[in-house]
């Protein structure tokens, strides 16, 4: 018997919840709860088979939050709203002694930082109280830092070389649309780059640093250097890393699309005031780019994201390469929504089972890399996410 | 003895307000106004001298129009505020029994249409009122239709084939910058092209008609076909005319951001409803470019338009080039603004002399070619605009 709250209704809400549904034998009871709850609604009208409750709640108000979880009583809270929200949301699962999950780092409304240091800040508080809360559980943070931490568990001695390669290589036959919350993506895409090397931070100017690189299944694409948090916390916790990189395949339209909305200031996280109201540009645009949650249907292609790995095992070089494909179309059948949503809402739903299964419950604050990888991996393979691995091939990097 | 109001304080206003200060043989009184009253001090101070006295009125509010021409009793009421408070000027004039001047056509708020079907209705009103209205009294629509006056009374038997050609070679130094309003700019460039061939309209997809021309000074540019409104009153107003065609030149950059704010939806010209408020995307994109009212500084290099025209005198072929090359940088010395609202505003300081004086008089409402050009182009070489012709030269077209 356990009861789980999803809170968010977005594309990866949707496919939480599917896939919770779709396993009674772990998750008995499923509240999903959202700002507006005709979206939750739908996704469990959809599902059918009374299998998901709905709420309405604020994800930006604790008391809110506590009032909803302290009448719902869930044994885990799965955040999949806005990384705005991360604060919030923990604020409310300590003073109410649940468990929490997420799949994006907390960022700050006003800065785009993507680190963990706000998160990571209320360790002690979760030991103390003795809940368990799992940061960044989704694909990319999530999954690349469960297959590096498999990596070091059964391939290495010493990790030295990590590159995180994450191609799209899916069209959506829209001319410009983001594959996540717009507001997100673009912040994330426009911002510097940044890798780790012999011990410190370097940072490059947006999109400095990029070349060919070569995906499984898919073939050669154009990617870019671009920070991503997991970074952060995977040069913590396997400190032979010399040097750890994220890369990210880019189309030429759409990053002259980038390019565009940056130059005509619509990439401004700042308010600017209009008709008297203080309106910050890329919220504004979110409202009229095509909305990610609906780009499913005509998705064709495959995503593949994994970790390119050189290191030291009994005493020689390796390298290895281990990823997971994804099809934006096998992903849309199953739940409604493409692969960019449906390889981050899985792991989020491994993760919460690790966690009600007790495989992963520890007081304090982790990055999921801290777990026994063994239970998730398997589980990967069982949900829709199954995952490839090459030994000692040429990984370009 | 003479008193003009100005309605309207962006680029345009502060040229005219600039030229019309600095004749006070004509213009005895100007009163500047606009919905934001600090605008209009702040140019009246830039002139000095107490030259230009100020007010604040809402120009979508006839009441508030009426009650500031009749406390303030202007000869003329010079319109250059936005094109969508034309009809609401034209409703104040006629119930104030005040000439009315502007320069551009009227155009609804919900649909990009450039047609004077609107203002043309207003003919018979002003005509038993005995009132004046001049419209379209800028460059392009304004000294375009003079300059193809000026040619029918005095270099042609027929025109046939007319071919107006706006080149803007200026660089401001800013990824993207419209250069003027940008909202009517982006509205303008972006619909289908259209031009009149034998009798009637043609319509092309926007764009898809270009060639490169050679500007004087300048040199070869890439033009593309687009609609503007004066070709609707030229074909009317001179009947021998075959072909009518209007080119301007862009930039691939400059298209690139076109294009991708249309991608985006930042283009479009209904409301979007956000955070409970209707916003048009188009007006909020303008609240977030650069101000073209202060691109002048830095903008380098020159406009150059004019019309290429060939048909008929004495029996033979003749062809005929007719322009005005105005520089960003004098225009700025002398105004504070840049050459493209320098073009549009010491015309229309110019045609409300003409009124003033009495060469450009007549009851009822008439675009500029209708009336004597030979005055007009007189005082276009005394003001800072001088042009100059060149006969049976190849016009590329």
Redesign the interface.
Known sequence: MSKVMIIGAGGVGTVVAHKMASMPEVFTEIMLASRTKSKCDAIAQKIGGNRIQTAQVDADKVPELVELINSFKPDIVVNVALPYQDLTIMDACLETGVAYLDTANYEPKDEAKFEYKWQWAYHDRYKDAGITAILGCGFDPGVTSIFTAYAAKHHFDEIHYLDIVDCNAGDHGK??ATNFNPEINIREVTQKGKYWENGQWVTTEPHEIHKPLTYPEIGSRESYLIYHEELESLVKNFPTIKRARFWMTFGEEYL??LR??Q????A?IDP????G?D?V?I???K???PNPGELGENYKGKTSIGCRIRGIKDGKEKTYYIYNNCDHQVAYKETGTQAVSYTTGVPATIGAMMYLTGKWKAPGVFNVEEFDPDPFMEELNKRGLPWNELHDVDIEL
Do not use: D, Q, S, Y
């Not at 130059?263 to 619509?266: A, F, R, S, T, V």
């Not at 600017?272 to 008709?275: A, G, Y």
């Open positions: 001319p410009f002259t699309h565009v909305i130059n005509i200031g619509m401004r600017v005031k209009f008709k109201v309106i540009p919220e504004f645009l409202a009229v780019l």
